[in-house]
C-alpha cells in the first residue's frame, strides 16, 4: 500500500525551528519528485517546497525562501523540511504528496500530486 506519513510537527515560538519529516512506504520515494504543501484554516492548500526526480533541483515559494530546506535521505526513504525562523502565518498543516506526473515541482500544480496524507500541524505562536 502507497503511504506517505508526515510527522515532526509542534507548537512553536516566533523564531523557532521545526523538521518535518515525510516516510514512504509501499514505493521507493526515489522514483519520485515530493512536494510539500500546507493549508491554514480558511485558506487553499498552497505550495511551499518541492525536490525533483528528475535532476534533484529544489523549489520553494517566495514566503519561505531561505528559511526552508528540503532535503532526501533514499536510505531511509524519507523527505525532511527543516524550518527555521518561523512565523506565526507559516501555522498550517503540512502535506508531502508525491509528484506522479514527472511536472508537480515545476508546474506546482495540486493536480499533479497524489498520496496525500494526514499532514502534521504546525503551529507558530507569536
Known amino acids: 500500500q502507497v503511504q506517505l506519513v508526515e510527522s515532526g510537527g509542534g507548537l512553536v515560538q516566533h523564531g523557532g525551528s521545526l523538521r518535518l519529516s515525510c516516510a514512504a512506504s509501499?514505493?521507493?520515494?526515489?522514483?519520485?519528485?515530493i512536494g510539500w504543501f500546507r493549508q491554514a484554516p480558511g485558506k487553499e492548500r498552497e505550495g511551499v517546497s518541492c525536490?525533483?526526480?528528475?535532476?534533484?533541483?529544489?523549489f520553494y515559494a517566495d514566503s519561505v525562501k531561505g528559511r526552508f530546506t528540503v532535503s532526501r535521505d533514499n536510505g531511509k526513504n524519507t523527505v525532511y523540511l527543516q524550518m527555521n525562523s518561523l512565523k506565526p502565518e507559516d501555522t498550517a498543516v503540512y502535506y508531502c504528496?508525491?509528484?506522479?506526473?514527472?511536472?508537480?515541482?515545476?508546474?506546482?500544480?495540486?493536480?499533479?500530486?497524489?498520496?496525500w496524507g494526514q499532514g502534521t500541524q504546525v503551529i507558530v505562536s507569536s
Open positions: 504528496p508525491k509528484d506522479f506526473t514527472g511536472h508537480g515541482c515545476y508546474r506546482g500544480h495540486v493536480d499533479d500530486f497524489a498520496s
Open positions: 525536490i525533483s526526480i528528475s535532476d534533484g533541483r529544489t
Open positions: 509501499g514505493f521507493t520515494l526515489d522514483h519520485y519528485g
